[in-house]
């Protein structure tokens, strides 16, 4: 239902601009960049809808959670409170193993499978290009991905399965999200997926994952731009 409701959020937005005559120039960059068009504009509007299309995904959690709980939507994607943690030796002991794996697991990569960095390569271009992709990596992405993968995902499994078959499934369908040719990427993606759901449990908030998922990702592009 969330992809449906994504896909008619798009669509509706497709037939504003090819209907709206001002903004057919801009469909028509948008048709020709991700056609593989010029390599400036190709990068920047990919980059542009990814982001839209992560903003369409998060606006149908958000109106599917309104619809389904009503005044308890927020029980649905686990949106609570989580700050208390910030006390907890648990809380950060999470947090840095977790953070610690991801930096290990990018340094292996890089050493020892640098193909499979291409999944999470920052593309080259202006200024523009880095912003959106700071956007993308720190913004959308922890948000909308925490919030149907630990939010949706995880709070609807939890009700049914242990936590242990909740953890494992969620953690699977979040590093197949992140598949690509080489299959390493995905595979490393998965025990992070594993903390950010042992996160979710411990806090009983989708807000934790979303944090830590935002410094990870700001962690790796600072790391990448620095280089």
Do not use: Q
Not at 93 to 111: C, E, H
């Amino acid at each position: 239902m969330l992809l449906l409701l994504a896909t008619v959020l798009i669509s509706v937005a497709s037939a504003f601009l090819e209907h709206w005559s001002a903004a057919r120039p801009l469909a028509e960059r948008f048709r020709t960049a991700l056609n593989g068009g010029e390599a400036g504009d190709s990068v920047i509007f990919r980059l542009v809808a990814a982001c839209l299309i992560y903003l369409a995904i998060g606006l149908a959690v958000w109106i599917v959670a309104r619809l389904r709980g009503g005044g308890a939507w927020r029980d649905l994607i686990a949106w609570r409170p989580w700050i208390g943690w910030l006390r907890r030796r648990a809380f950060w002991l999470l947090v840095g193993a977790t953070l610690a794996y991801s930096g290990a697991a990018d340094l292996a990569i890089a050493y020892f499978a640098p193909e499979a960095r291409g999944r999470s390569a920052i593309p080259e271009g202006s200024a523009a290009v880095t912003v959106l992709v700071a956007f993308l990596a720190v913004g959308f992405a922890p948000i909308v991905e925490e919030l149907v993968f630990r939010g949706w995902i995880f709070t609807d499994l939890r009700r049914r399965f242990g936590f242990i078959a909740t953890l494992l499934t969620t953690s699977a369908i979040f590093a197949g999200l992140h598949h690509e040719d080489t299959h390493i990427y995905a595979l490393a993606i998965f025990p992070i997926g594993l903390g950010l759901g042992a996160l979710r449990e411990l806090t009983g908030s989708v807000k934790a994952p979303i944090a830590l998922h935002a410094l990870n990702n700001f962690i790796g592009v600072f790391l990448r731009l620095a280089s």
